[in-house]
Every structure is written in structure tokens, then in C-alpha cells.
């Protein structure tokens, strides 16, 4: 059985396109993570909820990951009743993959720097590694510098210079790490659709397939 670590991705996936696979992928290879696992998310309790059912955009994301043999797709926050909080969530993987397994829950940066308003967030850090997929070009210190002040604390106590060493403890530790930042949108996805707009080659052919079969975001 591998330990090398578990990569967590979540997100509503209203749909799933290029931008969360591309992300997946890079962090995949970079950190060396065993899978990385997309959480389509149930009742999200930070957003609007979304557009597609749940079992549209689960079925989505398995069209999406289908080829890539690291790719996993999860479906725990989708059956889980009321809000999905990640704390939930990393919970359950912890016990289900025990206490020495490196976790990493991957974000972007703008997700990052709402990280202190999650549920418990400073628990999650006992669960797992937190990795910011940072964009080349946008320097780490300009959206350092909007941290909020409790989590500035954190990132400068947790913050791992080596983005590998993530496989040496199970949690606990920050790690940026950039990747190709693709500037594609779930929402500006379905404004095109509903404007009759083709989204070719934002998302898999198999997903813009399925929208079409199922007249979703029309």
C-alpha cells in the first residue's frame, strides 16, 4: 500500500473544465501525490449553490478524469446531508487513511486568502497540508501581503520552503507551489453556453457532451 500523499481537491465543478484539471495535474506531479481526489461539493456553505444537480456534476468530473489514472472522484460531500465542510471531510480521510499518511488539500491563492473564514479552520492544519497553486508572474508577496492577520501568522509559522517535504509528515505544513493558471471560469462558461457561445476546448469534449445530452446551464 502507497504512503505517499493523498491530494484533495473540492469545488462545486458547476462544470468541470481545463482550469481544476490543469491544476490537479501540475500539483500531482510536483508534490508526487499517490491521487489527487476532486470533491464535487453537495450544499457548499461559503457560496451560492449550484447551477447543475449534484449527480450532473459528479458525473461530469468522472467523464473528466477518466483517462488520467491518478485522478480519483469523491462523492462524500455530495451524499453528505446540510453544508459540506472541508473539516468534515478531511476528518473522514484521516481516519480512513490513518494517522501517518501525508493529506494535502490543494487551493488557489483566492481561495487561500479565505481560508480563516472556513469552519475550524485552524484544525484543518491537524488533518492536513494546506498547498497554494500560485500563479507565475503574481509575486507570493503581493497576496501575502492580504492575509488576514491570524492567518499570516499561521503561513509564516507553517510555511515549508521544500514542497516535497509535505511526504515527511502528514500535516501541518504550508507549501506554495506555481503552476500554469489557465483563466477559465465555471461561471463564464455558462454565460456562454446561455448565450449560445461555443466553449470548445475550455472543457473535455466528453463534458461539453453531456451538457448538451442533458441541456444543462441552457
Do not use: C
Not at 2 to 31: K, W
Amino acid at each position: 500500500m502507497s504512503t505517499a500523499p493523498i491530494g484533495v481537491l473540492g469545488g462545486t465543478f458547476d462544470p468541470v473544465h481545463y482550469g481544476h484539471l490543469r491544476l490537479a495535474e501540475e500539483m500531482g506531479e510536483a508534490l508526487r501525490l499517490d491521487e489527487v481526489r476532486l470533491l464535487p461539493s453537495g450544499t457548499p456553505p461559503h457560496r451560492s449553490a449550484p447551477e447543475a444537480p449534484a449527480e450532473h456534476r459528479l458525473a461530469m468530473a468522472r467523464l473528466a478524469t477518466a483517462g488520467n489514472a491518478r485522478f480519483r472522484v469523491d462523492e462524500r460531500e455530495v451524499r453528505r446531508a446540510g453544508p459540506g465542510y472541508m473539516f468534515d471531510t478531511l476528518s473522514e480521510l484521516r481516519a480512513e487513511t490513518g494517522a501517518a499518511r501525508p493529506l494535502a488539500l490543494l487551493l488557489g491563492a483566492d481561495a487561500f486568502l479565505e481560508f480563516a473564514a472556513w469552519h475550524r479552520w485552524h484544525e484543518l492544519f491537524n488533518l492536513a497540508h494546506v498547498v497554494v497553486a500560485h500563479r507565475p508572474g503574481f509575486p507570493v508577496e503581493r497576496w501575502a501581503e492580504r492575509m488576514p492577520q491570524p492567518l499570516a501568522r499561521e503561513y509564516s509559522a507553517r510555511r515549508m520552503q521544500q514542497p516535497l517535504a509535505i511526504h515527511l509528515s502528514p500535516a501541518r505544513g504550508i507549501v506554495v507551489v506555481p503552476f500554469t493558471a489557465l483563466d477559465i471560469s465555471a461561471t463564464a462558461i455558462r454565460d456562454m453556453l446561455r448565450a449560445g457561445k461555443s466553449v470548445r476546448y475550455l472543457l473535455p469534449e466528453a463534458v461539453l457532451d453531456y451538457i448538451r445530452s442533458h441541456r444543462l446551464y441552457s
